[in-house]
């Protein structure tokens, strides 16, 4: 059983930066894809980005190039870079683990973190 911590949510400024962490316990970190979905009031969780086993990362079309998902196997520890924040990606922001590829799909992953709340606002 793999548990999952963010930390890292906040209010910010539209334009600013968050970096969110969520650390992992219970499996073997490294064999498991991960990846951060997140959730707005009234819509349905949505991919941001994903960093599978072997090394790939994917983004949401909404995010590339403002934020950056990367890990650190030795620390069990997953992070989201998150620049030139928006009000539209105020949403609860949640790390997820799977066992196989990294994915979009949110049914797909097995393991998750309780969220961490992201506030963009002036």
């Known amino acids: 059983q793999v548990q999952l911590v963010e930390s890292g949510g906040g209010l910010v400024q539209p334009v600013g930066s968050l970096r969110l962490s969520c650390a992992a316990s219970g499996g073997t970190f490294s064999s498991y894809s991960m990846g951060w979905l997140r959730q707005a009031p009234g819509k349905e969780r949505e991919f941001v980005a994903t960093?599978?086993?072997?090394?790939?990362?994917d983004y949401a079309e909404s995010v590339k190039g403002r934020f950056t998902i990367s890990r650190d196997n030795a620390k069990n520890t997953v992070y989201l870079r998150m620049n030139n924040l928006q009000f539209e990606d105020t949403a609860v922001y949640y790390c997820?683990?799977?066992?196989?590829?990294?994915?979009?799909?949110?049914?797909?992953?097995?393991?998750w973190g309780q969220g961490t709340q992201v506030t963009a606002s002036s």
């Open positions: 997820a683990a799977t066992r196989g590829g990294g994915s979009r799909r949110a049914a797909l992953y097995d393991y």
């Open positions: 960093y599978n086993y072997i090394g790939g990362t």
